[in-house]
């Protein structure tokens, strides 16, 4: 590994100042991605300015009904956390479906939202990709793109956000709170997450040395019936090939609020949003679920490898809305 | 600016700082580089060679310890950020010359081959019994899922996990 500087701070004033300061500065949390990424030669920092001192891992339970989760929470601790599990099911199942007890146990909320791509090619420093070296091309295009995005996708990177709870907090429209230079700010989830572009090396409107502080969800009383699913190669401890965040409330037979988001496809942890309007005012009943599905799919750009992924993710959105009419889901 | 300047003026950021460390309840002092890994600084530094490095990249749980009580990976923690907190690895599970229940209870049924990933296994298994997530073998599969097994001795790993588990007269 390449040697680097590392100083820790108990104030977030001065880990923003400091990394600020160093041109090739980052913050460290849990650093499940950061490490691995570091001895990888992929990330190559200067200076690591070690956060996890900062008061910020509080889940707090807004008196609106919503929540207030630090940066610095970790995974086990949020997916257990009892206004989480009540308020807001598919964060915790999204969470316990994710990574394994040990990396739960390390990785913070804060630092899950900023992880990396899984790309095989963005983790092999011999290979082009653009987002590791913008402009040497992507390796993903013609090469092993199985694990691949569908969506959101451009020519110069099809790599998906490997992320679970991020899929949950998009279809709850979360907001991401954050401190920097130029003062605090409140930047909507889905427009946290940028698409690939031309630029695929941008990936969050972050600034250098701007700190995530804390993910807000507003109150959202259909998400107190609301589902995660995710399916993958193996039972646990896999990344999705595909996975389906779900709220739905249903009044006199027909769909009266939805919620729903897709992982594994998308470039970014996707809000299925042309879904949600096809289903609004339909019939609850699979043939709507199945049209809506479709509807979303039908912008996909599958390569040759990853083209089950069209029909598997209109299965597992079917199945999704099924699991929550059926009242299946808690 | 001077106050977010942690390493004195005459040392590079970069380079070895004396870290001071509780392993296993015993209060250590190492010199090591911000890149030093946890799992580096135990075995290479400390002699404690019980935590394996199998992929060094978090993926296969070998190198699982504690960090205040809580089971992490030590190949993506790096040395310098567990000053001030305490280690506790698979050297110091027993006590007296006594193996820790879940040892026994492994050697009991045969619950490893090549014994590579046994100490982490166990690291992992002790911290879900504390966790309360080993109320049947599926659920005990799913929360041991971190922890690969290259001989496949998940049968006996869970035997072993569920005799402890009876005994304790836990869940």
């Known amino acids: ?330 | 600016m001077d106050s977010h300047v942690v390493a004195a003026p005459e040392e590079s950021l970069d380079s070895a700082r004396t870290v001071a460390l509780n392993v296993n309840g015993h209060a250590r002092e190492l010199r090591v580089e911000p890149r030093v890994s946890l799992l580096d600084a135990l075995r290479e530094h400390l002699g404690l060679a019980g935590s394996k490095k199998g992929c060094d990249q978090g993926t296969c749980g070998a190198c699982t310890v504690w960090v205040n009580g809580r089971r992490v990976l030590a190949c993506l923690t790096l040395a310098v950020t567990c000053e001030g907190r305490e280690v506790t690895t698979i050297e110091g599970l027993s006590a007296d010359g006594q193996l820790h229940s879940m040892q026994a209870a492994f050697v009991a049924h045969d619950a490893f081959q090549c014994g590579y990933c046994t100490p982490g296994q166990i690291m992992s298994a002790v911290a879900l019994l504390a966790e309360g997530h080993a109320a049947d073998d599926r659920e005990i599969a799913e929360w041991m899922s971190g922890n690969i097994c290259r001989c496949a001795a998940y049968p006996h790993i869970r035997a072993a996990i569920r005799d402890v588990r009876d005994a304790a007269g836990g869940e």
Request: contains cysteine; neutral net charge; hydrophobic residues 40%.
């Open chain 1, 1 to 330: 590994m390449r040697p680097f500087g590392y100083a820790r701070v108990t104030d977030a004033d001065s880990a923003i100042a400091m990394v600020q300061e160093s041109r090739d500065g980052a913050f460290l949390a849990g650093g499940t991605t950061e490490v691995d990424l570091v001895r990888q030669n992929v990330l190559r920092p200067a200076l690591l300015v070690d956060i996890n001192d900062l008061p910020l891992n509080r889940v707090e339970e807004l008196p609106s009904g919503g929540l207030r989760i630090g940066a610095l929470a970790r995974m086990s601790d949020v997916a257990q956390a009892a206004g989480v599990v009540e308020r807001f099911p598919m964060i915790s199942q999204a969470l316990l479906q994710g990574a394994s007890a040990q990396l739960r146990n390390m990785a913070s909320m804060g630092g899950n939202l900023c992880q990396r791509v899984r790309c095989s090619y963005f983790r092999d420093v011999t290979s082009p990709c653009n987002k590791r070296d913008p402009g040497s091309g992507c390796a993903a295009l013609s090469g092993f793109n199985r694990g691949h995005a569908i969506l959101g996708t451009s020519d110069k990177c099809i790599a998906t956000h490997p992320s679970d709870v991020a899929v949950a907090l998009v279809a709850l429209d979360a907001v991401v709170h954050t401190r920097g230079s130029r003062g605090e700010r409140a930047i909507p989830i889905d427009d946290f997450f940028l698409l690939p572009g031309d630029t695929p090396e941008q990936e969050h409107p972050l600034e250098h040395g701007e700190l995530i502080t804390a993910i807000e969800i507003p109150a959202t009383p259909i998400a107190h019936q609301s589902v995660y699913l995710k399916f993958r190669d193996r039972e646990s401890y896999e990344f999705a090939l595909v996975s389906v965040a779900a709220a739905l409330r249903v009044a006199d037979g027909v769909v009266a609020e939805v919620r729903l988001a897709l992982g594994g496809v998308g470039t970014k942890p996707w809000r299925a949003r042309r879904a949600e309007r096809s289903l609004l005012g339909q019939p609850a009943q699979e043939a709507s679920f199945a049209k809506a599905a479709r509807q979303e799919l039908s912008m996909a750009t599958p390569r040759p490898l990853n083209s089950f992924k069209v029909e598997l993710a209109q299965r597992a959105i079917v199945r999704a809305l099924t699991t929550l009419t059926n009242g299946d889901a808690r």
